[in-house]
Each structure stands twice: as structure tokens, then as C-alpha cells.
């Protein structure tokens, strides 16, 4: 059986055009002409000897060996680039404060902190868990250098959107209904909800959803952290919305079927500086790659 030995330039067109979801983009985004990237695929699929795209409509999708190797190219990119990383800033050192909106800590810090403290071990991280607003304030106010934070950039001074995530209905684990008579046995009262407290973007997205279908809604439970809000929503005690990224045991997304309709919900990443410093550019580097490797199936932002 020969050797197969795959091209990271090809790899890295393949990956970057199911990111963003048209390999058109890819080839502006890579500096390549679509013809090169084009010739790329087809020496992909040669070298994996299956195909890796069947027909869908008027695009294409995946085969079960592109899913496959979509995996493995991702895990194959991340390798190369955090080797390269580790040599060229071995001598990288300084400090970096950084801070994450509640949902993003427990499934991405430990990944992050791994993988920055082995390529840049003389680099000290502070880190900070936090609601949106505190750390959009601590940002502005330079007492953090970056944020991975809920909310479109638009209005922000130093930020760019990283992704775009659909809200979900969350509930119990033991609930995959929408119906609000059959949630939790509790006919003809008003839908139990759970939420963050205020201001809180998808606390805010939930009760204008239930209002704009017509259906009567009560606080049956508020939180001033996110821990709090999933133990409820385990328990039964009501539903929330918030995206799929990161939702512990216990909860699951109800079925979308009969629910009122909910809007996207862009991340985006805040700096405090428009030029950052090198620690701070590599650590946004990872944490951007951390969430695109969590969400495989998310489209990049714009």
C-alpha cells in the first residue's frame, strides 16, 4: 500500500472553503486564483483516493470520507501552525489579560491556556469569566486586552465578528417537545421561562419571540450566572434560549418544529488596542481556531 503524504497548502484551501462555505472566498482569502484552488480539490481526492464532494443541488457537499477528512485536516492545520508557532516565538514572553463571556469558558479555557502555554511558555495569562456588558466595559477601559464576547462588533472601537451562532430553545433533558402545554404538565398556565439577569441579549431574544407568536410567558427563574440558569433548566423549572455552543448534561435543544423562530447571534472578539502586541495577536489566533474547532459546522463570519 503506498505512502500517502498530504499537502498542507491543499488541506488548508480545502478547510478554509468549507469555513467560509464557498471556495471562491476561499481562493480571495488564500491569494489564490479559483482555478488553483479548484486544481487543489482534485489533488486532494486523487491522494485520498475516494471522493471527498458528491452533488447537492447545485453545490456540492461532503461524502462521508470528506467529513472525515475535514476532521483530520483541521487537526493537521492546528498542528503545523502551532509548531510554527512555537519556533518562531520561543523567546515570546510578557503578559496578556483576557476574557470570555460565561459560555465559552468552561469549553474553551482549557483548551486555550493548553495549547498557548506550551508554544509560549515565559507567557503569563490572566483570565477573567464574566457577562458580556463587564467585559466589553473592561476592554474599553484597558483593564483587559481581549474578549471573546456575545454580540455583533458593529459600534465597537477594536473588534471583529468571529462567527455566527443560530439561539436555541433549551430545555430539560427529559423535554424534546415544543409544546407549552406538555413541557411540564402545566395546561393553560403561562410558559415557564428561565433566564439571566438583565440586560441580557438572549433573555431579551426569548421574550420577544414568545410575545411576537402570542404566547404568555412568566420568570420562573433568574440568574446572575450561567451555572445557575442550566441547574434550573436541568431541574425543569423552565426553558431558556441560548446557542448549541457549549450545553452541559442534563439539557437539550427542544424541537425546533412548533417554536417560535429565533435569531443568530454573532461572537465577536474585542481588543483593547488597535494595534495589539504580538502575545495578544498570537492568543487571539488560537482562541478564534478553539471555537472554529468547536463548531465544525459553523460558517465564518463575513
Same mark, same amino acid.
Given at each position: ?8 497548502d491543499?488541506? +488548508? ?5 468549507? &469555513? ?7 481562493? !480571495? ?45 483541521r487537526?493537521?492545520?492546528?498542528l503545523?501552525?502551532?509548531a ?6 520561543? !523567546?515570546l514572553e ?5 476574557g470570555?463571556? &460565561? ?6 479555557l ?11 511558555? +515565559?507567557?503569563?495569562?490572566?483570565? +477573567? ?7 466589553l466595559?473592561?476592554v ?11 454580540? !455583533?462588533? #458593529? ?7 468571529? #462567527? ?10 427529559? /423535554? ?8 411540564? /404538565? ?15 441579549? =438572549?433573555?431579551k431574544?426569548?421574550?420577544? #419571540? ?9 420568570? %420562573? ?6 451555572? /445557575? ?6 431541574a425543569?423549572? /423552565?426553558?431558556?434560549?441560548?446557542? &448549541? ?19 443568530? =447571534?454573532?461572537? %465577536? ?9 504580538p502575545?495578544?495577536?498570537? =492568543? ?19
Amino acid at each position: 500500500m503506498r505512502r500517502i503524504t498530504f499537502d498542507l497548502d491543499v488541506l +488548508r484551501s480545502f478547510v478554509t472553503g468549507m &469555513e467560509l462555505g464557498s471556495f471562491s472566498r476561499a481562493a !480571495d482569502r488564500l491569494g489564490r486564483s479559483t482555478s488553483a484552488v479548484s486544481a487543489q480539490l482534485r489533488k486532494l481526492e486523487d491522494h485520498a483516493g475516494t471522493p471527498i464532494f458528491h452533488k447537492a443541488g447545485r453545490g456540492l457537499a461532503l461524502t462521508g470520507a470528506g467529513e472525515t477528512m475535514l476532521a483530520y485536516a483541521r487537526r493537521l492545520i492546528a498542528l503545523n501552525d502551532e509548531a510554527a508557532a512555537a519556533v518562531r516565538g520561543i !523567546d515570546l514572553e510578557g503578559w496578556v489579560r483576557l476574557g470570555l463571556s &460565561e459560555d465559552f469558558g468552561e469549553a474553551l479555557l482549557p483548551a486555550v491556556l493548553g495549547r498557548f502555554a506550551r508554544t509560549h511558555p +515565559r507567557v503569563r495569562i490572566e483570565a +477573567r469569566i464574566a457577562r458580556t456588558g463587564d467585559l466589553l466595559d473592561r476592554v474599553t477601559s484597558g483593564q483587559i486586552d481581549l474578549a471573546l464576547a456575545w454580540g !455583533d462588533a #458593529a459600534g465597537a472601537p477594536h473588534a471583529e465578528r468571529v #462567527a455566527e451562532l443560530p439561539m436555541r430553545w433549551v430545555g430539560s433533558a427529559g /423535554g424534546d417537545t415544543w409544546d407549552p402545554e406538555l413541557l411540564y /404538565g402545566r395546561p393553560g398556565e403561562p410558559l415557564p421561562l428561565a433566564a439571566l439577569e438583565a440586560p441580557c441579549l =438572549l433573555r431579551k431574544a426569548a421574550t420577544d #419571540a414568545l410575545d411576537r407568536a402570542g404566547i404568555p410567558w412568566r420568570l %420562573a427563574f433568574v440568574s446572575p450566572s450561567l451555572g /445557575g440558569l442550566w441547574a434550573a433548566v436541568a431541574a425543569g423549572l /423552565g426553558v431558556t434560549v441560548r446557542t &448549541e455552543f457549549g450545553l452541559p448534561a442534563g439539557v437539550r435543544v427542544l424541537d425546533p418544529a412548533e417554536a417560535p423562530p429565533l435569531p443568530s =447571534l454573532a461572537v %465577536a472578539l474585542h481588543w483593547a488596542e488597535a494595534e495589539p502586541g504580538p502575545v495578544t495577536r498570537r =492568543l487571539a489566533a488560537i482562541l478564534v481556531q478553539a471555537v472554529r474547532d468547536a463548531l465544525p459546522g459553523l460558517a465564518e463570519a463575513a
